[in-house]
């Protein structure tokens, strides 16, 4: 390839590698697996970027980063001890500027929506991170996942009920049940 195409690749997909991550770590729910998940899903990419024909990368290459985390949890790896993502000590940025009981309630509240979105179904959660997360409309989500919309629809209802459910949420948004 050329350099223009190294050019367009670094300026177009690289950018997107924070996207590819979080995808993939929802989807694996394991940090290493993710993080090699994505170097494979890049070069993929890399290796098929002449076939990409414009348009938004950003479906594009959640698409392979997708079918490329299915593969790998379908497939046979060597067995190691699991590091799970935890966002308060991986990610989250500095909170020093915020109380002590405001990190602490945030804290308990990101810790809650994690454990509910790994309650769901691999095809629920997945809907959920693109829709939710990734920002992805339901055209994009249909392209990524190769479903059609009215099934990426159903996912989301489906999805955004059984997190009401867990977390123990009302008909009104906000408010608990008791």
């Known amino acids: 390839m050329t350099d ?12 997107l590698l924070d996207d590819a991550y979080t995808l ?5 729910r394991d940090e290493h697996d993710a993080q090699d998940v994505v170097q494979e899903a890049y070069l993929r990419a890399w ?3 002449g076939g990409f024909h ?3 990368a950003r479906p594009w290459l959640l698409a392979i980063v997708r079918n ?3 593969t790998w949890r379908q497939g046979t790896r ?23 009981d405001a990190a602490a309630i945030a804290s308990s509240e990101r810790a809650e929506l994690r454990d509910a979105l790994d309650q769901l179904a691999p095809e629920h959660r997945e809907a ?6 990734e920002g992805l409309s339901y ?19 489906r999805a955004r009920q059984r997190l009401q459910d867990v977390l123990g949420l009302g008909g009104r948004a906000g408010e608990k049940r008791t």
């Open 24 to 28: 993939a770590r929802h989807l694996l």
């Open 78 to 100: 060597t067995q190691r001890a699991s590091v799970p993502y935890v966002e308060d000590e991986h990610g989250g940025g500095d909170q020093s500027h915020r109380a002590t």
């Open 47 to 49: 290796r098929h970027y």
């Open 54 to 56: 414009g348009g938004d």
């Open 128 to 133: 959920i991170v693109l829709r939710e997360i």
């Open 68 to 70: 490329c985390s299915y």
């Open 4 to 15: 223009s195409t190294l050019e367009s690749f670094e300026r177009i997909v690289v950018p």
């Open 139 to 157: 055209k994009e989500i249909a392209a990524v996942t190769g479903t059609p919309i009215g099934t990426v629809m159903s996912r989301l209802s």
